[in-house]
């Protein structure tokens, strides 16, 4: 990398704590910011796909390591915090663990409810918390929230989950508000229809997946490896005025 282009997208000397880093988008932003130079610690709850998302950034050099939490819980986000402080103060948060249950709303039940707003906004809340007010104070951070279209349009039984993202957007720009004149930029990611283990009964359906494809402009569905470039912007120095924002990275489906 020149040095031009590490001054606008270098992380060299920065930790980065992914959740959900072990898979999907998650796994693809981990690495995207290992390999342009951050620490990484990633939080999931398997340890085995956290092992391997381990090992396979330390094949591109980077440093890694993993923390095993249920972020469902309080108790659990509370025990995450500790570790991850023990390998430093976190530089940038990237917040892209979710819960996806999508049963239709008159089947919702209160433990659908409860665990979706505890795992895709309570905890982005507490983590942030723990965090973002300490970035303030040295000058100088970066919290990335995966949100979803849901948060701006229902289908497919959006339920809890839409609700759940649509919060994120906001604390997102409430996160901005609160600490953006300190240096600590808060944008928010909102991928389109992305093949993950989340949307698996998605892509089980070949012929609701076409459909998904057909309504963007690109034609084609997302994968985790669209959202290496945007990640990696926005946890870097590129981004100084860009804030309290939502990025659509989503083939142009929104705009449709």
Not at 69 to 88: H, M
């Amino acid at each position: 990398m020149s040095a031009y282009l590490d001054g606008l997208f270098g992380l060299g000397g920065r930790l980065a704590v992914v959740t959900g880093g072990s898979s999907g988008i998650g796994r693809a932003m981990a690495v995207a910011l290992g390999r342009a130079g951050a620490r990484v610690v990633l939080v999931a709850r398997r340890a085995g796909p956290l092992a391997e998302t381990v090992a396979e950034l330390a094949g591109h050099g980077a440093e890694a390591a993993a923390v095993t939490a249920d972020l469902a819980d309080r108790a659990g986000v509370a025990a995450a915090i500790d570790s991850i402080s023990r390998y430093g103060a976190p530089d940038v948060l990237v917040n892209a663990a979710a819960v996806n249950r999508r049963p239709p709303l008159d089947q919702l039940t209160d433990d659908d409810w409860d665990v979706t707003l505890a795992a895709n906004l309570t905890a982005p809340f507490l983590l942030g918390q723990a965090f973002g007010a300490a970035m303030a104070e040295r000058g100088w951070g970066r919290i990335i929230n995966v949100v979803s279209q849901q948060a701006f349009r229902a289908y497919g039984n959006s339920g809890a989950y839409g609700v759940s993202k649509a919060g994120l957007v906001a604390l997102t720009r409430s996160q901005a508000e609160a600490w953006s004149r300190s240096g600590v930029c808060c944008n928010a990611v909102a991928p389109g229809v992305v093949h993950t283990p989340l949307t698996e009964a998605v892509f089980a359906d070949p012929q609701k997946a076409a459909g998904h494809a057909a309504r963007t402009m690109i034609g084609r569905n997302g994968v985790p490896e669209d959202f290496a470039g945007c990640v990696v912007f926005l946890a870097g120095p590129a981004s100084a005025a860009v804030t309290g924002q939502t990025l659509f990275v989503d083939g142009g489906y929104s705009a449709t």
